[in-house]
């Protein structure tokens, strides 16, 4: 770059190695390079931090590329939405377990009978009911009856430890706990009952008297779901109706009355909301899958004997799924995938084995209603290294900005905002909390908030969002939302350990999982982790507690005293090789223990899961037991076997595997 003065202007010449750059993108720098000049020249006391890099055509072009399409929205509650479609289609299905089905009108009566009850014993407008239950056709008339009874749903996670239950019902004022028959004696239940809270099962009291219900107002609340905290209390997220109708009304989805979706999710997690009122609001039927967690080959044939069009996977779930067993999506329109990175060889192994099926890959927070982009896959099209946010829904904004709110050029890295449709209102109890997080929306009318994700993002040259990383200690394993800070307090309240940190490990490409680093204390006490991992499971939930420990004298710190992750070990995994195989069969699991964690060797005493298996690598290893040995076996059991020497006994009266079931075309549907 060369200056020549002349008078009182200031020419530029920019000389570039055309094997490196584009004349466009060299005019773009020379525009910008001026418009910085022209600020300084203005307003000289200008700290360089607050010159802004982008030229106003610039500017103009990433705030549209980042909206949505704006339209809109129609006010309109859950209940209204669903009274509509039941006024539509009152006879068609509904929901179904595959032994109760129940049509539209028949979900409506059951959950106006029960909401009458709740209203009698004292539910009101946006009272958060907190629920636990398995997942069940009850369950969902549990929750439709809520929301009529003008409530607002809380699932409790059935495999929560009762300490964090408790925290979670601590924080809803609600007169009433509602509950099934599997958990009205659980020890929460109880204790709930004797402190007076009434215990209520999804049978309608028929001496109620109440016969009028509410309005519910679109936006009331209509939902609140936990996430970890970095304080060690989980926060309650807040959402509206109005952000489920948004969210499910969406054109991305394109929703079809013979649609059947699978509800699989657990209720307290966020996913559940478009598999429960996507169809519900749209005239499809929700199947409802057994309680408990499901391993592939169980998935699978779920999916064949209900025939269903549309299922949404957390993406550790559904790189297993299309590694193993990529033909059990063949049989649907579509499967959604998002929650954490996805897999782009994921998308393109599915893509090229079922033609026919969409890959929607999404991405979204809980704050905001699921999520924001989408990004429909087709066959043919070829994901790259990385898979890309997606477009954002209708009427929603993403912003890629520096610390001062300023949008960043494309290809910087900057932290992004999100708005508009679905945003949450804020967190249970924690206005301090919910100041820092939903900040003044600088680009939007007055009043107008965006969620501030902590994620880190860049736009790239064609328009497309590209997730980078955190600004903080936040993960995400299988799925769920982790504040590393929750499980660090956890640790550190402990007598023996002195110091602690926990990161997210991906030693194995997509096996991430947490590892605990610990210092004891200067007493020469050493820790004992087998207790501390028991007491650890009372206290988290299981994706919470570390699968690994590391005993430290000291954790490393950078010249600048901070906590130097990267100086982090990984950790050892010790095996018990002695325990040799007695027999053929011993032989193979234990070949297949140890290509399934990532190890040379396991003996038949070894644990899968102290050895750093969690429960994705447990539905990876079901199905390697049942595609080698011919028999079939749930994840359950190896949860209750997890070693070679007990699982080994439970093949011999195992069922032999069936075949694996692949879609046959039938024409149109």
Known sequence: MA???????????????????????????????????????????????????????????????????????????????????????????????????????????????????????????????????????????????????????????????????????????????????????????????????????????????????????????????????????????????????????????????DDRTLFHSPHAFDASTWELWGPLLAGGQVVVAPPGNLDAAALQKLLHEHKITRLSLTAGLFRVVADELVDAFAGLTEVTTG??????????????????????????????????????????EQAGATVPLGLPLRDTHLYVLDRHLQPVPVGVSGELYLAGAGTARGYVNRPDLTATRFVVNPYGPPGARMYRTGDLARWDAAGNLHFLGRT?????????????????????????????????????????????????????????????????????????VPSAYVTMAALPITANGKLDRNALPAPERHTTTDDTPRTARQDVLCRLFADVLGLPDVGTGDNFFDLGGHSLLATRLVNRIRTTLGVELGVRQLFENPTVAALEPHLTSARPARPTLRARSTGNR
């Open 3 to 257: 200056d020549e003065p002349v008078d009182a202007d200031l020419d530029i010449t920019i000389t570039y190695a055309t094997d490196l750059f584009g004349q466009e993108t060299v005019e773009l720098l020379g525009k910008r390079l001026a418009a910085i000049l022209g600020q300084v020249a203005r307003q000289p006391a200008t700290p360089i931090s607050r010159l802004d890099i982008l030229t106003p055509a610039e500017r103009r072009q990433m705030l549209a590329e980042a909206t949505g399409t704006a339209a809109s929205s129609v006010p309109c509650s859950v209940v209204a939405a669903f009274d509509e479609q039941a006024d539509r289609t009152p006879d068609a299905v509904a929901l179904t377990d595959g032994h109760i089905a129940l049509s539209y009108a028949d979900l409506r009566h059951r959950a106006e009978a029960l909401a009458r009850t709740l209203r009698a014993a004292g539910v009101t407008t946006e009272t958060p009911v907190p629920m636990l239950m398995q997942r069940s056709v009850d369950l969902v008339v549990g929750i439709l009856a809520v929301l009529k009874a003008g409530g607002a749903y809380l699932p409790i996670h059935t495999a929560y430890p009762l300490s964090r239950m408790r925290a979670v019902a601590a924080d809803s004022t609600s007169p009433v706990l509602l509950v099934d028959a599997a958990f009205r004696d659980h020890e929460l239940v109880v204790g709930e009952r004797a402190a007076g809270r009434q215990v209520l099962t999804c049978e309608p009291d028929p001496s109620v008297m109440v016969t009028d219900l509410p309005d519910v107002h679109p936006d009331q609340l209509c939902y609140v779901m936990y996430t970890s905290g970095s304080t060690g209390e989980p926060k309650g997220i807040q959402i509206t109706h109005q952000g489920v109708v948004d969210l499910v009304r969406d054109p991305s989805w394109t929703m079809h009355t």
């Open 339 to 380: 929650g954490d990175v996805i897999s782009a060889q994921a998308v393109n192994h599915t893509l090229e084995h079922c033609p026919d099926t969409i890959v929607r890959t999404t991405y979204g927070p809980t704050e905001m209603t699921l999520c924001v982009t989408q990004y429909p896959w087709r066959h043919g």
């Open 472 to 544: 903080d200690d936040q993960v995400k394993i299988r799925g769920f939302r982790i504040e590393l800070g929750e499980i660090e307090t956890s640790l550190t309240a402990r007598p023996d350990v002195r110091h602690a940190a926990v990161i997210a490990r991906e030693d194995q490409p997509g096996d991430k999982r947490l590892v605990a680093y610990l210092v004891p204390t200067d007493d020469g006490t050493p820790i004992d982790l087998a207790q501390l991992r028991r007491e650890l499971g009372a206290q988290l939930p299981d994706y919470m």
